[in-house]
Nanobody, 124 residues
Framework: QVQLVESGGGLVQAGGSLRLSCAASGRTFRSYGMGWFRQAPGKEREFVAAISRNGASTYYVDSVKGRLTISRDNAKNTVYLQMNSLKPEDTAVYYC?????????????????WGQGTQVTVSS
């Protein structure tokens, strides 16, 4: 079992940057595919980005390509989401998630563990 704790959210103006971190407990972090998802008010939770167990492969929803970057440091048991050129439509609660069954996955139902979420608000 793994516990996930996100941090780094906040209020930023459009065009600004934030870096989200997700710290995982346990000694088997490198065996989990990791993902970031977000949920805006009144909307369903959606996929944002995913990264394979060894960090060699990454995947993004089209709306964030070129602006958001997912990475991981297996030595630190941490996955990151670097967010640049932020837009008001990026406003949401951001969740990190871990899957033991897949190297990566874009489907939230394939993830076994979730963090509590961190709020990102982008003002226009």
């Amino acid at each position: 079992q793994v516990q996930l704790v996100e941090s780094g959210g906040g209020l930023v103006q459009a065009g600004g940057s934030l870096r989200l971190s997700c710290a995982a407990s346990g000694r088997t972090f490198r065996s989990y595919g990791m993902g970031w998802f977000r949920q805006a008010p009144g909307k369903e939770r959606e996929f944002v980005a995913a990264i394979s167990r060894n960090g060699a492969s990454t995947y993004y929803v089209d709306s964030v390509k070129g602006r958001l970057t997912i990475s991981r440091d297996n030595a630190k048991n941490t996955v990151y989401l670097q967010m640049n050129s932020l837009k008001p439509e990026d406003t949401a609660v951001y969740y990190c998630a871990a899957t033991s069954r897949y190297d990566y996955n874009l489907n939230m139902l394939k993830y076994d563990y979730w963090g509590q979420g961190t709020q990102v608000t982008v003002s226009s």
